[in-house]
Nanobody
Framework: QVQLVESGGGSVQAGGSLRLSCAVS????????MGWFRQAPGKEREGVAG????????SYADSVKGRFEVSHDNAKNTLYLQMNNLKPEDTAMYYC???????????????????????WGQGTQVTVSS
């Protein structure tokens, strides 16, 4: 059974930081494009950051470049999203996602498309107040 479980969301003031984690179980981690997406009320789900676990190559949405950093720990099968200098417009439900097949590094190229990811976590809420 494949599971992606996010944690680390919460409420912060603008300028603050949060670190999201995504624990991945099952054979869904190696040589995969893994990504973070977010969805604000009334808006479409958008790709935030992606990482190809085979070579640690990363990509970011323009709106978060220089503020967010995606990383992973192979030993723990865990994906991270470090979010710094948070802004009210970063408020959203954040989801961890994984490509359903290995080897498709190009799925991590920005902008990442939700339709290309077959595995999803349940989401964790991030709220940034001004």
């Amino acid at each position: 059974q494949v599971q992606l479980v996010e944690s680390g969301g919460g409420s912060v003031q603008a300028g603050g930081s949060l670190r999201l984690s995504c624990a991945v179980s099952g054979d869904t981690y190696s040589r995969r494009c893994m990504g973070w997406f977010r969805q604000a009320p009334g808006k479409e789900r958008e790709g935030v950051a992606g990482i190809y676990t085979a070579d640690d190559s990363t990509s970011y949405a323009d709106s978060v470049k220089g503020r967010f950093e995606v990383s992973h720990d192979n030993a723990k099968n865990t994906l991270y999203l470090q979010m710094n200098n948070l802004k009210p417009e970063d408020t959203a439900m954040y989801y961890c996602a994984g490509d359903s097949l290995p080897g498709r590094w190009y799925r991590c190229s920005a902008p990442m498309e939700p339709v290309n990811f077959g595995y999803w976590g349940q989401g964790t809420q991030v709220t940034v107040s001004s």
